[in-house]
């Protein structure tokens, strides 16, 4: 599940992976674990083996090409979060169990160092509107994934829960970032699966439940 390949050097590579790619990928791996302002690009170009002015034809400026490793984290990062709720069972529950546990196996991953997105906020602001825009299209995509495997469920209550897991899965990410800790996982995941019980009374399998018998 590593978000971050490690290159193939490039006699195992030939002529399989091009010189942006190997580029893009360390770069992005230096990113995820360093930051953008403490890594150069000679410190790019230097673990990629590739000449300096190979990146800025490839990419223009160091930002264009924080621009696209983020692009390529976007891709990865949803790719495979969408594969692992696809092959969770149909319903609410399910999915949004199926998404909270995915972060929870990336948070244990030896590459896990925060999330970039949050890192390229800090870092730029406002102050880069092409990078602010890919970091907004990249939690709007989680967004709207919650937000689709939910709305079935959900109703007329959709927007208002898929905020709240979103605010939840947030504050997970920045938590495990800080204290290396997984309680709080623990009972976030209770809190949602009893947040979208709460909300619908077709996922709750109690006929006696309260809030089931009033809306009937």
């Known amino acids: 599940m590593t978000l971050t390949k490690e290159m193939p050097s490039k006699k195992e590579a030939g002529q399989r992976v091009s010189k942006r790619q190997v580029l893009l990928e360390t770069a992005l791996r230096l990113f995820n674990e360093h930051g953008y302002a403490n890594v150069g690009v000679d410190w790019i170009v230097g673990e990629a083996k590739i ?51 995915w972060h929870k196996k990336w948070f244990t991953e030896p590459d896990f160092f925060g999330c970039m997105f949050i890192k390229a906020s800090e870092e730029f602001g406002k102050t880069n509107e092409q990078i602010s825009a890919i970091v907004k299209k990249h939690k709007d995509s989680i967004y709207n ?9 959900c109703k007329e ?60």
């Not at 994934?145 to 469920?153: C, F, R, S």
């Not at 209770?190 to 709750?204: F, G, W, Y």
């Open 51 to 101: 000449a300096k002015p190979t990146l800025y034809t490839q990419f223009g400026t160091k930002n264009g090409l924080i621009e696209e490793a983020l692009k390529l984290r976007d891709d990865n990062f949803m790719k495979s979060l969408q594969t692992y709720v696809d092959q969770a069972p149909d319903g609410a529950v399910s999915k949004v169990t199926a998404i909270l546990e």
């Open 145 to 153: 994934l919650i937000h689709q495997v939910i709305e079935p469920d």
């Open 157 to 216: 209550k959709t927007d208002q829960v898929a905020s709240i897991i979103m605010i939840i899965l947030e504050g997970l990410i920045v938590n495990y970032n800080i204290y290396g800790d997984l309680k709080p996982y623990e009972v976030a995941t209770t809190t949602v699966k009893e947040l979208l019980n709460s909300i619908s009374p077709r996922l709750n399998k109690d006929k006696n439940n309260v809030y089931a018998s009033h809306r009937k």
